[in-house]
């Protein structure tokens, strides 16, 4: 049937009714109260796990500056935004919004910016020809020592997700301050993770489509598994229910395409692929094109490339050199990465590096992958492979701290024999999710998913 004839059929096939209404009914308050909130929390919010304030609106603007444009006009609207939300004049709020994104999308290339003097990595054939990806024996991921690594590995990621959600958002000064030195769970822990929301549904994906699985794939089961995302998931979200997929959903209109959000969800590829860093990092860059571009991208890669080593290689030092010396030299994610490193090297405290670390990217909103991928190589380095170490120092670096100690706390416990019961017990063996489809899946479920997904990549 043609789909006109399906849109006369509705009309033809009507049975009519007089509906006695009121205004209010038809005024819709509920639809227009969602809309009022959902514009409220793109300029003021608050991270569900910890409490921790933040403005969407105003980091939207600092990354476009990240990369390399000219938000002069967008940012002299940021306080006429903030005054009128204080005042509850939401017309003038919805207009600044409108306006501010506009700007954004429109804002001017500053030639003399430091994103301009990096390679822009924006396909896969491009990055690939200039990374070194160092090559090992395959991993048999049917060995019964492969699969505890897997299964330490969900359990190291799981945790320290739940560990860090208590003090995202914070800078290490306040989560000082407040908690003092923290070396385990503040509350509760819960297994709700966005994080592994969207490792689940590339899990499922690889199921079906085996090693012709590609990025319009796994966009497709995020319409479908996924009911919404956060600042750059969000916006590719949006795209995709427009039609607008990979590439372009990762960077059209998605002012955050080069936060965490893909750097976060970098292990699972590593786990499907173990020993294989090629493969780990080709696939990285099919799921986070959804989302993001360029060093958004990036970042993915680099989570997903330490953790497939991991299966291969037993010092944590080593992995991260090895990681960043397959980077391109000419791509900014490395120069980041790259410096920390250099501070490691040349430092004896983790707390001085982490100083350092700080003045260099202080100019990159608490979310981007920068200053966390930052976090990331000095917790590992310091950690030296000691999960409660590497745990303590990324929760102690503040920022987006549970995207950081769950991709670091993955890598880590694959290469620990077993984590203490102060971290597992209170997990148990039951992952709670949002995903549709997948509300609630045990521990050996989900190592058994890795261990098929693998399988299945046999040929990728």
Not at 8 to 21: C, F, G, S
Not at 77 to 102: C, H, R, V, W
Not at 178 to 186: D, I, Q, S, T
Not at 268 to 296: E, F, R
Request: charged share 25%.
């Amino acid at each position: 049937m043609k789909a006109w004839e399906i849109a006369r059929d509705i009309v033809a096939n009507a049975k009519a009714k007089l509906v006695i209404e009121s205004d209010d009914d038809w005024c819709m308050q509920d639809a227009q109260k969602h809309d009022v909130d959902k514009l409220k929390t793109i300029w003021k919010s608050i991270a569900p796990g910890s409490q921790a304030p933040a403005s969407l609106i105003a980091g939207a603007v600092g990354s476009v500056e990240n990369l390399g444009k000219d938000v002069s006009k967008a940012e002299v609207l940021l306080p006429k935004g903030f005054k009128a939300l204080e005042k509850n004049d939401m017309q003038s709020l919805f207009k600044i919004t409108s306006e501010i994104f506009y700007l954004l999308n429109n804002a001017p290339k500053c030639k003399n910016a430091d994103y301009w003097k990096y390679t822009i990595y924006d396909n896969w054939d491009d990055f690939e020809s200039k990374c070194e990806f160092p090559k090992y024996k395959d991993v048999d991921i049917n060995n019964n020592e492969v699969e505890k690594k897997i299964l330490n590995g969900w359990l190291g990621q799981i945790c320290g997700g739940a560990f860090g959600t208590a003090l995202e958002g914070y800078d290490s000064k306040t989560i000082k301050e407040y908690f003092g030195e923290v070396r385990g769970y503040l509350k509760k822990p819960s297994t709700y993770n966005d994080d592994i929301t969207y490792e689940l549904v590339l899990l499922k994906t690889i199921l079906e489509k085996e090693s012709d699985v590609t990025a319009f794939d796994i966009a497709n089961n995020w319409t479908a598994m996924i009911p919404f995302g956060w600042s750059a998931e969000d916006i590719a979200m949006k795209n995709l229910m427009l039609g607008v997929y990979p590439p372009e959903s990762g960077y059209i209109n998605n002012p955050y395409r080069e936060w965490i959000g893909a750097q976060m969800r970098g292990c699972v590829c590593g786990m499907v692929c173990p020993g294989n860093p090629y493969k780990a990092a080709k696939l990285a860059w099919l799921d986070g094109q959804i989302s993001h571009h360029n060093n958004g991208i990036i970042g993915e890669v680099f989570n997903a490339v330490m953790t497939a080593i991991t299966f291969v290689e037993n010092d944590i030092k080593e992995i991260v050199k090895i990681a960043i010396n397959m980077l391109p030299k000419d791509s900014q994610y490395y120069s980041v990465v790259n410096y920390a490193l250099k501070q490691c090297q040349n430092n004896d405290e983790w707390e001085d590096v982490l100083r350092l670390c700080e003045k260099e990217f202080e100019t990159y909103n608490l979310v981007h992958a920068f200053p966390n991928a930052a976090i990331e190589v000095v917790a590992l380095w310091f950690g030296n492979g000691d999960f409660d170490k590497t745990m303590h120092i990324a929760g102690m670096a503040g920022l987006d701290v549970d995207c950081n100690t769950a991709q670091i706390g993955n890598i880590v416990a694959i290469l620990s024999d077993k984590l203490n019961e102060e971290w597992t017990k209170p997990i148990g063996n039951v992952l709670n999710t949002y995903v549709r489809g997948i509300s609630q899946i045990t521990l050996d479920e989900l190592v058994k998913m890795t261990i098929q997904a693998s399988e299945k990549l046999k040929d990728f």
